[in-house]
Structure formats: structure tokens, C-alpha cells
């Protein structure tokens, strides 16, 4: 059966990770390619590193680092942040990048979903949709959750779909940073609307968060940064939990 | 050793030359028939659309040297596929190595399949130290039938063939590159065949 997966998220600035890494065993947790190579041993199923470097050179150091990374780890990573072109996919997918996600730039230009998607084909296509819940309606933002459109989800994600993206990843900003849960509703209604993988992203707390987003939230995978960086929930026993709770996972 | 990877213009394929780095190889990336036809292994890639890799094949003539080498070829996700009779994808002849069509799955399931999936029915010294049921990655919306070339079995949607053998061909559905550290002995047990 295929298994659910796991997916930690590291913040990449300049092609080193941003602050809030706390890892033992690592000569530099600093260092995007060292913290990558630790989390394939320990069981992560995939990588997804997002780029928010502000300047071209810090754009620069982290396509060297997606190079190294590709060299060096043996599971697959999606690249994110800042991507608006089919250069700056070519560009990445040619330094090793198994996948991009795009977001904020899909949105003021749709075409661009379906140029990628034609040019590289679906399955490394991921469409990135932050969106936050407004009296019971939830509306896409842009800009990390900053910028709000008039632009429904549920329709975004069906548009997003029919242009050609390979995955969703969906990002609650109700519940991003509250280690209270995933949007699980949210979550189950994406997966009844489109038939690509959705992968669950905001709210990451506990072990039983993640089982809850696979059961109830219909999500294929679950996306976490924090509670993976600061070793509070180790991949090997949230795995191990998770197939207790009958989930399908890789260990 | 001398390993070529077929560069048709097909996607990654960086991630299969550095797999082989890991394992202390150098593998060439290469469209040339003829540091091809000399190499001791042939990797046939591919990730993108069937019509248009068919199309870069046919372009450069290799179309016709692959179903003609005589050392073992793996070909691997797309390269397989097109190893195939025919695929459904734009409704494209492959090379006709295997005897087996490639369909796609329904909407029963969600597509691209994309994740990690197990391998089952082991039949080939391809699978040397690999567990039954072990995981590997895959991303794909087409598979090959089950057929009497398959070497493993992956169960999405139905059972489908995640590997076929015919004589020096080899054929894989999933990423072995991209496979922890199952797929690199697999990769491994290619080298040694």
C-alpha cells in the first residue's frame, strides 16, 4: 500500500537554515545539507526546503546548496520560495531539485501552472495554497499568509488542479504555528474535490495531530517544521505511532 | 566499470549520477551511440511525457540502437514505460522490449501516485538483499500490466509490474536513486549482474 508521508520543512536563507534548529548530533545544524542527510537516516520520507532569501546573491548560494543536497541525500526534496518562471524551474530541477512548488506566483499568474506543468511534466509540480478561514469561508493569501485575495480556496485548489499541478500543499493560517492540529476539515474537503495528493501543512503539535490528519484530514502527507527541528517529536516514534493507529507508513 | 546514462533531454537525471557517486561509481551522462554501445552498463531514464521522449528518441536515433545493446540496460520510471509495447500516455508505441501495454490509473485513486509503495513477488538477482515489501519511491500516473516479464509486483489501484526483465533489459517503475538506502543497493545489484 502506498504510505503516508512525512515531510519536515527547513526556512533557507542564504543557503543556510534560518534559526530555530536545535539538533544534536550535528557538526553544523546550520547547515541545510547536514540536517537534510540526518533526517533521511532518521525516516523522513521527503525534504522540503523553502527559499527565503531576499537578494539574488542569497538566491545564488541556495541553488549551490540544492546541488549539494542532491549529491548528497538519497530521498526526494521540493524546493520552494521566490520561484516565478520556467527558468527559475529549469534552473533548479538541473541543480537536482526533484520537485518546486510555487505559490504566491501561481496566483497572479495562473498560465504559469499549466507552462510548468507542460515543460516538466505534473509530478514535479507542487502548488503551494496558504489560506485562512473568514466566517466559515476560507480565502487564499498571499506573500506567507500576508496578503489576502478575494480568491475561495475551493475553487483555487479545482482551478490548480485542471492546470496541471502535480500535488497540493496546504497551509492553514488558522492554524499555522498553533500546535493545535491540522485544518482537518479543510483538509478532507480538498481531498473529496481533487483527485492529486494533498499534503497537510499548520498546526503540527503531537504525535496524535498527525495520525488525526491522515484519518480525518484524507491528507497523503503531513508537513512540519518546528516540532521536527527542536527533536520534539522524533520521526521514528511518531512512525512507529502511527502504524500502531493502522496508518501505512514507511519505516 | 563504465556506466552511461542516456541524456535524451529527459527531466533529472542528475539525481541517478550523483546515486552512483554515492556508491563510489562515476556514471557518464550521455547521448552519444556510440560511449553507448561501449559502456558495461546502460541507464535508460526519463521523467515527463511519453509522446515528447518518444519524439527526443526517435530524434537522435536511439530508438533504434537500445533495443539493440547486448550489455544489461535498466531503464527507469519513463525510460521503462517506453521500454514497453505501447503506452497510453498520447497514445505512444515504445520500443517494444517488454510485451506488456502501459495504461493509466482510473480515478479510483488519487494521480500521479507519489510516495513511497512496496515492492512484492521478487524474482530477479536485481532484488539481491531486498526484502519483500520493502518501500520505494515512486511518481507516476501510468503503470505496466502485470505480465510474465515482471521481476516485482507494487499494489496501487490493482497489482501492476514495478519491474520487468527480458533477457539483458531491466526495467524499473520506481526511483532507485531516490530510494534511501534499498534503492542504492539495488542500484548495486545492477553493477554486479
Known amino acids: ?5 512525512i515531510i519536515p520543512c527547513l526556512d533557507i536563507k542564504n543557503g543556510r537554515t534560518v534559526k530555530g534548529v536545535n539538533f544534536v548530533n550535528l557538526i553544523d545544524a546550520g547547515d541545510p545539507v547536514e540536517l537534510a542527510k540526518q533526517y533521511a537516516i532518521e525516516g523522513a520520507d521527503e525534504l522540503v526546503f523553502l527559499d527565503i ?28 520560495g521566490g520561484i516565478s518562471s520556467i527558468e527559475d524551474v529549469d534552473t533548479l530541477l538541473k541543480h537536482g531539485a526533484d520537485k518546486i512548488s510555487i ?15 507542460n515543460k516538466f511534466g505534473s509530478q514535479c509540480i507542487v502548488v503551494a495554497i496558504d489560506a485562512k478561514q473568514i466566517d466559515n469561508d476560507w ?9 489576502p ?26 492554524h499555522d504555528g498553533t500546535k493545535n492540529g491540522f485544518a482537518n476539515e479543510a483538509l478532507a474537503k480538498l ?6 495528493p494533498i499534503i497537510a501543512s499548520g498546526g503540527a503539535g503531537t504525535k496524535q495531530h498527525f495520525a488525526d490528519t491522515f484519518i480525518e484530514g484524507k491528507a497523503d502527507a503531513a508537513l512540519a517544521a518546528s516540532v521536527f527541528h527542536f527533536g520534539e517529536i522524533p520521526i521514528k516514534e511518531l512512525k512507529e505511532e502511527l502504524r500502531n493507529n493502522n496508518i501505512e507508513v514507511r519505516i | 566499470m563504465k556506466i552511461a546514462i542516456i541524456d535524451y533531454g529527459a527531466g533529472n537525471i542528475k539525481s541517478i549520477q550523483f546515486a552512483f557517486k554515492r556508491l563510489g561509481y562515476e556514471a557518464l551522462l550521455t547521448n552519444n ?17 511519453a509522446g515528447h521522449a518518444m519524439k527526443m528518441l526517435k530524434a537522435s536515433g536511439l530508438d533504434r540502437l537500445i533495443p539493440r545493446l547486448k550489455q544489461p540496460v535498466l531503464g527507469i520510471c519513463l525510460g521503462m514505460q517506453l521500454m514497453c509495447l505501447h503506452t497510453e500516455e498520447s497514445n505512444t508505441q515504445g520500443l517494444g522490449i517488454f510485451d506488456v501495454e502501459v495504461r493509466k490509473f482510473t480515478n479510483a485513486v488519487k ?30 500516473s501510468y503503470y505496466a500490466e502485470q505480465c510474465k516479464e515482471a521481476i516485482a509486483t507494487t499494489h496501487y489501484e490493482i497489482d501492476y509490474a514495478t519491474a520487468l526483465q527480458k533477457d539483458n533489459f531491466y526495467g524499473v517503475q520506481f526511483h532507485p536513486e531516490k530510494s534511501s538506502g534499498a534503492g542504492e543497493q539495488i542500484l548495486k545489484n545492477f553493477l554486479d549482474l
Open chain 1, 1 to 5: 500500500m502506498l504510505a503516508k508521508r
Open chain 1, 53 to 80: 532569501s531576499a537578494t539574488l546573491e542569497g538566491r545564488a548560494t541556495t541553488l549551490e546548496m540544492v546541488l549539494r543536497v542532491a549529491e548528497q541525500v538519497n530521498i526526494p526534496f521540493t524546493v520552494g
Open chain 1, 103 to 117: 505559490n504566491s506566483s501561481a496566483v497572479k499568474n495562473p498560465d504559469l501552472i499549466n507552462e510548468l506543468s
Open chain 1, 139 to 147: 480565502f487564499v493569501h498571499l506573500a506567507g499568509g500576508t496578503i
Open chain 1, 149 to 174: 485575495t478575494e480568491i475561495r480556496l475551493f475553487d483555487w485548489v479545482k482551478e490548480v488542479e485542471q492546470r496541471g499541478a502535480g500535488e497540493i500543499l496546504f497551509t492553514s493560517m488558522n
Open chain 1, 191 to 196: 481531498s473529496s474535490i481533487v483527485n492529486i
Open chain 2, 33 to 49: 551511440a556510440d560511449i553507448i554501445k561501449q559502456a558495461d552498463r546502460v541507464i535508460f531514464p526519463g521523467v515527463g511525457e
Open chain 2, 111 to 140: 494521480v500521479p501516485q507519489m510516495g513511497w509503495n512496496t515492492i512484492s513477488n521478487l524474482k530477479s538477482s536485481l532484488f539481491k538483499d531486498i526484502l519483500d515489501g520493502e518501500y520505494m519511491y515512486l511518481v507516476h
